[in-house]
C-alpha cells in the first residue's frame, strides 16, 4: 500500500514539474502566475474538449463498385 501512495506522489510531482517547465519554456520567468494561469486554461479546455466530444460516425460512404 506504502508502494502504491509513493507511486501517486512520484506521478503528481511529476506532473507538477513538469506543467511548471512547460510555463518556463513557453513564458519565460517574467510574469510565471500569468503564464500558469494561461497553460491552465488552456489545458483545461484541452481536456474538455476530449472529454465532452462525441465519438465520430463511421463514413456513411459506401465502397465503390467495380
Known sequence: MMSLLALLLRVA??????????????????????????????LTEFVNSQGSGKAQAAPTSQAPTP
Open 13 to 42: 510531482l511529476l506532473a507538477i514539474f513538469t506543467f511548471g517547465f512547460v510555463v518556463l519554456y513557453e513564458h519565460g520567468t517574467t510574469d510565471f502566475a500569468q503564464g500558469a494561469a494561461t497553460e491552465w486554461k488552456s
